[in-house]
């Protein structure tokens, strides 16, 4: 398959991804309500998912090398969608955190899967497209997410948006399946899969940590706090993480143009400054109309974090690129791990602002360190014009998005 046909078959099930997990997120206040959890409870919850998306990582990887990234995205994206109603559904905490850590997993293994295949068909085209696909991630998480504050505002209920949400997820995937990239070459098994993070690498992988922390706060928390902290209508909750994913998505199709003009550096210094002054601002200031707009900002500038950082872990000399992509992604998706718990137990402590505070002040961290990226022109280049050797097109299998 050409990649004029397999690079919108992969861009579906980017949209996909990022449409599914933002039809749920917007039902996190009515599920607390349903189970009269704390913030403390709740972020204990939630941690549930981000546990499921860590320890399906290897086990991605290992699919990936083994059976392929084309049948692994399609099973991986054909379970997501399946798995997308059962937490709204759960009639209990127990089985919502089951669920929760399933519906990880299956966003895990979609993860590795499709960025696979998309590293795959930037291959073949012979130049940088892998931002672009996380910006449809992106725009997916703005369709969910205005589609649920719709639903909400017309009174369908939870269960039932999810489920409409999932069928319609299900009929895309099943319509992209035969445009997904096959492989042209076998791929190199040996060696481990991922790579021990060190020098660069351990620095990169920490900044990585803070962004996807942020991120993860963001689609967790930000709901929460405009309709528990700020008093917000369910639908202007809806709205506030929409415009999140709709800043983070044109953050991202700017992204390669902006980091070709000012460099690296300037970019992860500027973007991670702006999310954390704009949303430092929303949280002093305490009213829904300027959280929304602190949510934008911190969508605009969290939206380059990761890819930035990604690219230099896979220019670090003397790493193939996949095993320090797979490092920095493992590390980074720590920061899931720890944020929901952490944020809870700052909230039950200090309120929920408090807890978002983490998150401006992790996102000012970034800014402060990003001089200790590497520069672009110190690194290997990975990305080249022109046919790639089968051991390099394996190694670059194994990314892993956020």
């Known amino acids: 398959m050409t990649p004029r ?8 099930f980017f949209f996909i991804n990022g449409a599914a997990l933002a039809s749920w997120v917007p039902h996190i ?4 309500s349903r189970h009269m959890m704390s913030d403390g409870q709740l972020g204990l919850v939630l941690l549930s998912m981000a546990a499921g998306s860590v320890l399906a990582l290897p086990v991605a990887g290992w699919l990936v090398s083994r059976l392929g990234s084309r049948l692994m995205t399609a099973a991986a994206g054909i379970a997501l969608c399946l798995a997308l109603p059962l937490p709204v559904a759960s009639p209990s905490v127990a089985l919502l955190s089951f ?37 449809l991630f992106s725009l997916g998480g703005v369709a969910g997410a205005l589609l649920a504050g719709g639903a909400m505002a017309s009174g369908i209920g939870d269960v039932a948006h999810v489920r409409v949400s999932a069928f319609v997820a299900l009929t895309a995937a099943v319509v992209a399946l035969p445009g997904l990239a096959r492989p042209r070459a076998a791929r190199e098994h040996a060696g481990p899969a991922v790579a021990r993070p ?15 922390l942020a991120e993860g706060a963001m689609a967790d928390w930000s709901a929460v706090y405009l309709h528990d902290t700020l008093g ?5 909750a809806a709205i506030g993480f929409a415009a999140f994913s709709l800043a983070m998505a044109a953050g991202r199709f700017t992204g ?36 929304v707009v602190g949510c934008a900002l911190v969508g605009l500038g969290i939206a380059n974090i990761i890819p930035v950082l990604f690219s230099a872990a896979a220019r670090v000399p003397g790493v193939p690129p996949g095993r320090a992509l797979a490092a920095v992604a493992t590390t980074g998706y720590l920061g899931f791990l720890a944020g929901p718990p952490l944020i809870g137990v700052v909230a039950e402590a200090a309120g929920l602002a408090a807890g978002l505070g ?8 970034v800014a402060l ?17 022109g046919a790639h050797s089968a051991d390099a097109s394996g190694e670059q299998a194994q990314t892993a998005r956020t």
């Open 369 to 385: 360190k990003a001089g200790a990226l590497p520069e672009a022109s110190t690194l290997r280049t990975t990305v080249t014009k």
């Open 99 to 135: 669920s929760l850590a399933l519906l990880g997993a299956c966003n895990g293994l979609l993860d590795v899967s499709m960025n696979a295949q998309a590293a795959e068909v930037e291959q073949r085209v012979g130049r940088p497209i892998m931002s672009s696909f996380h910006a």
């Open 5 to 12: 046909w397999s690079r919108p078959a992969v861009a579906v």
């Open 256 to 291: 390669d143009a902006l980091v070709g003009r000012l460099g690296p550096r300037r970019v992860l210094r500027g973007s991670s400054a702006v999310a954390a002054v704009g949303l430092g601002a929303a949280l002093l200031v305490g009213h829904p109309a300027i959280g």
């Open 232 to 236: 917000s209508s369910p639908s202007v």
């Open 198 to 212: 060190s020098g660069a690498l351990l620095t990169i992988g920490i900044l990585a940590l803070l962004g996807l």
């Open 358 to 365: 983490l998150v401006s002040a992790a996102c000012a961290f």
């Open 29 to 32: 206040p009515a599920i607390k």
